[in-house]
């Protein structure tokens, strides 16, 4: 059986990013960009999965602008297979994705699609929700485990509450938390030998999808600033001002 | 204008964050109407029909909705929409689970996490860890909304007196089945409704050390929550997570100890009304948003903390 997972290349997790003076957007010129770190986990999740012996191919696909290459390669030098590159200039909106991943899906026939629970460039948190509906599969949310049997999937979920466990009918689909796994790092000769997989070239229209937003940005701001404020010198200074500078207790 | 808020609940108590999302919809400009969806869960539905301002309540009480699935509850979501320009949920896990599907359904864009409502089609969300807020407008005909919990009033849970509505569910599609759940346990105020936090981070150094955080907490009445990395560590529970991608908060006085302030904690924690951080690196970002700042050792000032309290 085959596992897709589904990798976006974002802003790195530690670009303290800036708002274009503008308001039209983000400074990307000159950002260090790398694969979203739940996708990661995804792919690290696919990886197991396959190494246990449960998964035949791993397939990382991503939608974006020709860079989003490299993210696929980063996915390669991990271990996936074989990757799937949808070309599509400006940002698609998760509703765009989830369509185009479904057009993979029906071309690949996977039993299982992992994506992150939320890509943290928009933190939108839908892509596989999206895509668990479009395709009428069931999902498996914020999964920080997952057990594949024969014709199910058990899910361990992240709630607000604490753990929840659902079995999934497969094929489903899964999405990622933090607590998931720990994504390996490629080691060198993987990174080499990952240059010579392969990587199939898409367009959006190939699998009938228009990705114009429904959701038009009018201004990107910054947010409040907040100022910093004292250092007390101890506790007692500390309780002191709470109480009777602050007020809050 | 109408608008379909869903309730968070547990089948006995309805959540504060159905509060906040009741607030949102009003925003609209429309009637708000607010779907029960559970099992025994009449309780509910009264105290949703308290709730000031909502003009009806539709109760969905059977068995296959005890607990919240994502391909049960959008069914229903997706069976009422018709009737409606608007479809709310707080941004709970509840809510990140099934209104996506809803959207995907309806063929709109979700509008995830709002936290202003500009007018009925215009919103602002943070993105980048709420490093930026973007304000966006919706070209759909239909809006689906998930609302973050700190970002308006609560409505007044008394005061209304709305009808009770019985509609039917739409049954389990049979994708998917609850097995289990374990959640933690804990007498204290919940993470996302507590006046004060005081949250640990990896400089706690063992879950055992947690017992200086809540000898605190203890004493303010106050709810426990954590960086991810002392989740990460096993000190505490994955629901304690405060950040981009655990809970956001908001509360009167965060007090963060052991925690440096790494931006995906910040965007859990920045909009709390005082913050107090104590950490024995005095150059640790914490300090840049925190009203007040304690450079200490924490296993020294916990105890001298929850003494003078
Ligand atoms: C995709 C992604 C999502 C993330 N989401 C979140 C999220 O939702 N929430 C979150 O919190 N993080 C999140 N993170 C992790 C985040 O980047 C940081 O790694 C994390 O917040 C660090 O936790 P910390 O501050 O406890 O640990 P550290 O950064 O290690 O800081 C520990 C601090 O404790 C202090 N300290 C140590 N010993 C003592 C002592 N004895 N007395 C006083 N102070 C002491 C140190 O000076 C230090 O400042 C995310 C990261 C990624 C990549
Ligand atoms: N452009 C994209 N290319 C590939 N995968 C994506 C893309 N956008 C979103 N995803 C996947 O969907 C997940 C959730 O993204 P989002 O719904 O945007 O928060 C990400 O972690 C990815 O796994």
Not at chain 1, 10 to 16: E, G, P, R
Not at chain 2, 18 to 26: F, G, H, P, R
Not at chain 2, 102 to 121: E, G, M, N, Y
Not at chain 2, 279 to 302: C, H, R, S, T, W
């Amino acid at each position: 059986m085959k596992i897709v997972v589904a990798v976006k290349r974002v802003v790195d997790y530690n670009v303290k990013i800036r708002v274009k003076a503008d308001q039209t957007g983000i400074e990307l010129a000159g950002i260090k960009m790398s694969m979203n770190p739940f996708d990661e986990i995804a792919v690290e999740e696919a990886l197991r999965i396959k190494e246990a012996g449960k998964a035949k191919e791993v397939i990382a696909v991503s939608v974006g602008p020709a860079q989003a290459q490299e993210t696929i390669r980063t996915a390669l030098a991990m271990g996936a297979d074989r990757g799937i590159l949808v070309k599509a200039e400006g940002e698609v909106e998760p509703l765009g994705v989830a369509k185009i991943l479904k057009g993979i899906v029906e071309a690949e026939q996977p039993q299982l699609v992992i994506l992150g629970k939320q890509a943290i460039d928009n933190d939108c948190n839908q892509t596989g929700q999206m895509l668990a509906e479009l395709l009428g599969w069931p999902q498996g949310t914020f999964a920080s485990k997952v057990e594949l049997g024969a014709g199910e999937v058990k899910v361990v979920r992240e709630v607000d509450g604490g753990l929840e466990t659902v079995e999934l009918k497969l094929p489903a689909v899964v999405t990622s938390d933090l607590r998931l796994n720990e994504p390996r790092y490629a080691s060198l000769p993987n990174i080499m030998s990952a240059r010579k997989k392969p990587i199939a070239e898409k367009a959006p229209a190939d699998f009938g999808v228009d990705t114009a937003p429904r959701l038009k940005v009018l201004k990107v701001s910054e947010p409040a600033k907040r100022q910093a404020g004292v250092k007390v010198a101890n506790v007692a200074e500390l309780v002191d001002k709470l109480k009777n500078e602050a007020k809050v207790i | 204008m109408a608008a379909l808020v869903l309730a968070e609940h547990d089948n006995k108590s309805l959540k504060d964050a159905t509060l906040v999302a009741v607030t949102a919809a009003k925003a609209l400009g429309g009637d708000v109407d607010v779907l029960v969806a559970g099992s025994g869960c009449q309780a509910v539905a009264d105290a949703a029909s308290q709730i000031a301002g909502v003009r009806k309540v539709l109760l969905v009480d059977d068995a296959a909705n005890e607990h919240p699935l994502a391909e049960t509850l959008s069914a229903i979501l997706v069976k009422l929409a018709g009737g409606y320009d608007a479809v709310l949920a707080p941004a709970t896990t509840t809510g990140k689970n099934v209104m996506p599907r809803v959207a995907a359904r309806l063929d709109v864009a979700q509008i995830s996490d709002i936290t202003a409502v500009i007018s009925p089609d215009t919103f602002e969300r943070p993105i980048y860890a709420g490093n930026a807020i973007a304000t966006v407008q919706s070209s759909d005909a239909k809006k689906v909304i998930t609302v973050r919990g700190t970002a308006f009033d609560k409505a007044a849970a008394s005061g209304g007196s709305a009808a009770i509505e019985k509609v039917d569910g739409a049954g389990n599609p049979g994708l998917s089945k609850f097995i289990g759940q374990e959640l933690s346990k804990s007498e204290r105020p919940e993470l996302t409704s507590a006046k004060i936090i005081v949250s640990g981070g990896r400089g706690m150094g063992s879950g055992e050390n947690f017992k200086l955080i809540e000898a605190v907490a203890d004493k303010l009445n106050a709810a426990v929550g954590a960086s991810r990395a002392a989740v990460d560590a096993g000190f505490v529970p994955n629901d304690y997570q405060v950040g981009q991608t655990g809970k956001i908060v908001a509360p009167q006085l965060y007090i963060a100890v052991g925690i440096s302030g790494a931006i995906q904690h910040l965007a859990g924690m920045k909009d709390s009304k005082v913050i107090v951080a104590i950490n024995k690196d005095e150059e640790a970002p914490i300090f840049q948003v925190a009203d007040y700042g304690l450079v200490a050792d924490l296993f020294k000032a916990l105890p001298e903390l929850a003494e003078a309290l």
